[in-house]
C-alpha cells in the first residue's frame, strides 16, 4: 500500500520560510522522480517542483530562486525548502511521483503566508 504523508506546513510571514516533509512508504523511492504539487482554493492544482532520481531539480517560475527540492533515498523522503515566502505561495502542498499518480495523492500540508 502507497503512502505519501506530507509535514511541515505552517501560518508564516511574508518574507519567512519553512520546510515541508513528505515521508513515502510503498514505493521503491530511490528511482521514483518525485514532486511538489500545491493547489489554493478554488484552483486547480500546479506543478512545483520535481527531483529526478539522480539528483536534478526542476522548478516552476514562480518559484524559481526561492525553493529548492531535496530527496534523502535512505528515508524515503523529499523535502522542500520554501524561503523568501509570499502571500501568492499560500495553497494546500502535495507530493507524488513525476509525472503524478492520482491513487498517491495524500492530505497535503497547508501553507498560509499572511502579508
Known amino acids: 500500500q502507497v503512502q505519501l504523508v506530507e509535514s511541515g506546513g505552517g501560518l508564516v510571514q511574508a518574507g519567512g520560510s519553512l520546510r515541508l516533509s513528505c515521508a513515502t512508504s510503498?514505493?521503491?523511492?530511490?528511482?521514483?522522480?518525485m514532486g511538489w504539487y500545491r493547489q489554493a482554493p478554488g484552483k486547480q492544482r500546479d506543478f512545483v517542483a520535481t527531483?529526478?532520481?539522480?539528483?536534478?531539480?526542476f522548478y516552476a517560475d514562480s518559484v524559481k530562486g526561492r525553493f529548492t527540492i531535496s530527496r534523502d533515498n535512505a528515508k524515503n523522503t523529499v523535502y522542500l525548502q520554501m524561503n523568501s515566502l509570499k502571500p501568492e505561495d499560500a495553497a494546500r502542498y502535495y507530493c507524488?511521483?513525476?509525472?503524478?499518480?492520482?491513487?498517491?495523492w495524500g492530505q497535503g500540508t497547508q501553507v498560509t503566508v499572511s502579508s
Open positions: 510503498g514505493i521503491i523511492f530511490r528511482i521514483k522522480p
Open positions: 507524488n511521483t513525476n509525472p503524478p499518480e492520482y491513487s498517491y
Open positions: 527531483i529526478t532520481s539522480a539528483g536534478r531539480t
